[in-house]
């Protein structure tokens, strides 16, 4: 088994999220049919991948040679890897940055048959050639200028993803609020609904009467300012829904452009409408 320093350690860690983000955004880019800046993060790394990258590695170095054996543990590890990170994402930000649930023989969507073979295949790839260069190129490197490299790209990486986190957390809280305000707005709707069929009905009624009784028109008055209110209430839930939607302006070129996959269990709703105003808001 090969022994490599803590920053030799990170070193690959961020050689391989970039590896990773060249992979995915030239698949998403092909597939959109335009650049696509893939992954959670606003640099062009997938954390991801270099998670992934070291996990097959402590996993397969040790039976280097053994093509099946390495199949095997990288394909388990990275496979553990992706659904623990896929289940904690989702139960945090509210959405699934990936989402396997159309694959056949998937688990909660967060990982499938097919991507846990091909993660097995690339712990081959990786272990017997990829990182063959890589591990010279890194072990080259004079251990003081390879130390500051280090600790400065981990310092980018790390306001990236604190900036990262709070932005997914924002368009959580936006995906939450927007949900309710529509749950509210269709309660409204139904109300008034339910008020301007009963208003009609009495109006009828009133219309084949002779007398009007005063206790009537209280009622009708009544009806009018109920009516009223929940008008007003209506226009208020709409603006505070067109607020927080023209909100996204923020996230066009962020979160959701990055990830034109991602689902929500808890607000797809929500989540699509968002993506539809992104698609509008771009085009204008």
């Known amino acids: 088994m090969y022994v490599y320093t803590w920053y030799q350690w990170l070193l690959f860690f961020f050689i391989y999220c970039f590896i990773g983000w060249i992979i995915e955004s030239a698949y998403v880019s092909i597939r959109s049919l335009r650049f696509v800046n893939r992954g959670f993060l606003r640099l062009p790394l997938l954390p991801l991948y270099g998670s992934g990258a070291i996990i097959m590695l402590w996993l397969s170095l040790p039976v280097k040679g053994n093509i099946l054996l390495v199949f095997l543990f990288g394909m388990a590890g990275a496979s553990v890897l992706e659904y623990i990170t896929g289940y904690i994402m989702e139960r945090l930000f509210k959405m699934k940055y990936w989402d396997y649930s159309n694959n056949p023989f998937n688990i909660n969507g967060y990982v499938c048959l097919g991507t846990s073979i091909a993660w097995g295949f690339l712990t081959i790839l990786l272990t017997e050639v990829v990182h063959?260069?890589?591990?010279?190129?890194?072990?080259?490197?004079?251990?003081?200028?390879?130390?500051?490299?280090?600790?400065?790209?981990?310092?980018?990486?790390?306001?990236?993803?604190?900036?990262?986190?709070?932005?997914?957390?924002?368009?959580?809280?936006?995906?939450?609020?927007?949900?309710?305000?529509?749950?509210?707005?269709?309660?409204?709707?139904?109300?008034?609904?339910?008020?301007?069929?009963?208003?009609?009905?009495?109006?009828?009624?009133?219309?084949?009467?002779?007398?009007?009784?005063?206790?009537?028109?209280?009622?009708?008055t009544a009806s009018v300012l109920k009516e009223s209110v929940l008008m007003e209430q209506l226009q208020s839930l709409t603006e505070n829904k067109e607020k927080l939607t023209r909100y996204l302006g923020f996230y066009r070129k962020g979160i959701l452009r990055r990830n034109p996959t991602a689902s929500s269990r808890l607000f797809g709703e929500a989540l699509k409408e968002l993506k539809e105003y992104s698609k509008k808001y771009k085009k204008q």
């Not at 986190?165 to 529509?182: F, H, N, Q, Y």
């Open 132 to 220: 063959l260069p890589l591990g010279w190129l890194v072990l080259s490197l004079n251990q003081t200028p390879a130390t500051v490299l280090a600790l400065i790209i981990t310092a980018i990486f790390l306001t990236d993803t604190i900036h990262s986190v709070k932005e997914a957390l924002d368009l959580g809280r936006i995906l939450e609020s927007l949900t309710g305000i529509k749950a509210e707005l269709e309660e409204v709707q139904v109300q008034i609904a339910l008020l301007k069929a009963e208003t009609t009905q009495k109006m009828s009624e009133l219309k084949t009467e002779t007398m009007v009784k005063i206790t009537n028109l209280k009622t009708e």
